[in-house]
């Protein structure tokens, strides 16, 4: 199995930026397809962008086009989250999480897709 451990989360004032870590041990991180997903209080746990094994595909939710960019890094068994033009919506508990798969373009954008995930990192954006 997969272990993945968040880091770059904090608070930033609106209109500030973020990157976010997704650092990857256990197994061949290049056999795994990466996504991020936020929980904010009393919500459910959103899609926020995936990526391919081979970092050759990504998918990002409409609110955070534009905006977000998700990327890999596989010598370093880590996927990244650039976060720019932050508003107060996006304030959550980010989450990576991983599927081993066999396909080098998919993408998983769902919850249940994914049978590993990290503790989370907290993200909050002040007005």
């Known amino acids: 199995q997969v272990q993945l451990v968040e880091s770059g989360g904090g608070l930033v004032q609106a209109g500030g930026s973020l990157r976010l870590s997704c650092a990857a041990s256990?197994?061949?991180?290049?056999?795994?397809?990466v996504g991020w997903f936020r929980q904010a209080p009393g919500k459910e746990r959103d899609f926020v962008a995936s990526?391919?094994?081979?970092?050759?595909?990504?998918s990002h939710a409409d609110a955070v086009k534009g905006r977000f960019t998700i990327s890999r890094d596989n010598a370093k068994n880590t996927v990244y989250l650039e976060m720019n033009s932050l508003n107060p919506e996006d304030t959550a508990v980010y989450y990576c999480?991983?599927?081993?798969?066999?396909?080098?373009?998919?993408?998983?954008?769902?919850?249940?897709?994914?049978?590993?995930w990290g503790q989370g990192t907290q993200v909050t954006v002040s007005s």
């Open positions: 999480a991983a599927r081993y798969t066999i396909s080098p373009t998919y993408q998983p954008t769902t919850v249940s897709q994914y049978g590993y």
């Open positions: 256990g197994r061949t991180f290049s056999n795994y397809a």
């Open positions: 990526i391919s094994r081979s970092g050759g595909n990504t």
